[in-house]
């Protein structure tokens, strides 16, 4: 299957790219070994061997193309959660303009899935993991407003096996592009994840209740998953290369912040507990602070 996936491939310098981490993970599983019988592990596994002392950007390069793999062949096994992304040592997630993430959503080749994702991180200025763990019974059409569980989310109840009912939930809102997008994504489904896969978890695969759409059998889509989606759309320089989903967030609130937001109300937005922690993602785009710096102008030379 690694050997067809990369055949697939039409341009020469994506199959060298991806020919390493693709071609290594398949010979460590065992190249003719049929995909439904891996384990999530077994992925994981393969790739820690590739990571070895490879740089960062080096490892999420094959990393994201070991997930292109998987998503491409349907059935069988996902990159574990704990094979996480490497983050790039004294990095900060860039901000993106308000154009550049209009484009990129109104692009044509753009599942409407991801289309609803990236738009409702940026409406919700949230964490990935919180808006990707959100159901249909969860969701407030009339209010544009959801729970979450955040991210150290406080326990109701402390005991064994805790349920996301357990944890006390916070509100998140949306605007209108999120709630044009919401009901053509869903088609009808009232039960189940928001966001899922197009395929229903391999055999042998344990994937809780809440996890699992009941009328489509589809999995949730796990934030690898969607990482890699935002790769293929956005990577320039080869898989590993493009946006960040927490590059919504950070662009959010310096949008906000641009339009004049007071820093209790970003707060307030993105429920930060501390004010350093927003103004880590506040990034003033150089136009911006050029308009500011106008106001020091003397008399009415600013006319």
């Not at 820690?48 to 960062?56: D, H, Q, S, Y």
């Not at 599942?111 to 919180?130: D, G, I, N, P, V």
């Not at 990707?132 to 009339?142: H, K, P, R, T, Y």
Request: hydrophobic share 35%; proline share 6%; aromatic share 6%.
């Amino acid at each position: 299957m690694a050997d067809v996936f990369l055949d697939s491939l039409g341009n020469p310098n994506t199959v060298r790219n991806y020919g390493i981490g693709v071609g290594k993970t398949a010979e460590r599983i065992g190249e003719g070994r049929p995909l439904v019988s891996v384990a999530d592990d077994e992925i994981g596994e393969a790739l820690e061997l590739l990571r070895g002392r490879a740089a960062v950007n080096t490892w999420n390069s094959r990393r994201a193309a070991v997930l292109s793999w998987l998503g491409w062949c349907h059935e069988g096994p996902a990159v574990p959660a704990w094979a996480k992304r490497l983050a790039v040592p004294d990095s900060e997630p860039p901000t993106r303009s308000k154009m550049a993430i209009d484009r990129l959503i109104a692009r044509r080749e753009v599942h409407l899935r991801e289309k609803t994702l990236w738009r409702m991180l940026y409406e919700t200025s949230q964490r990935a993991e919180e808006i990707l763990g959100v159901n249909i019974e969860d969701l407030d059409f009339a209010g544009r407003r959801c729970p979450v569980k955040a991210k150290g989310a406080r326990t109701k109840a402390r005991r064994r096996g805790q349920a996301r009912e357990d944890y006390v939930l916070e509100l998140v809102y949306w605007d209108a592009g999120t709630a044009r997008l919401l009901p053509r994504l869903l088609k009808g489904r009232t039960r189940g994840p928001v966001f899922v896969t197009h395929r229903k978890p391999g055999p042998g695969k344990v994937v809780s209740a809440r996890d699992v759409c009941p009328d489509t059998g589809f999995a949730r889509l796990s934030y690898g998953q969607a990482r890699a989606l935002l790769d293929e759309h956005t990577a320039l320089r080869g898989p590993g290369t493009g946006w960040d989903l927490h590059e919504y967030r950070h662009s959010t609130l310096t949008h906000l912040g641009e339009q004049g937001a007071s820093l209790l109300m970003l707060m307030a937005k993105s429920r930060h507990k501390k004010p350093e922690n927003v103004r880590r993602c506040f990034k003033p785009s150089p136009e911006a602070i050029a308009e500011l710096t106008r106001l020091l102008a003397p008399g009415d030379t600013r006319r």
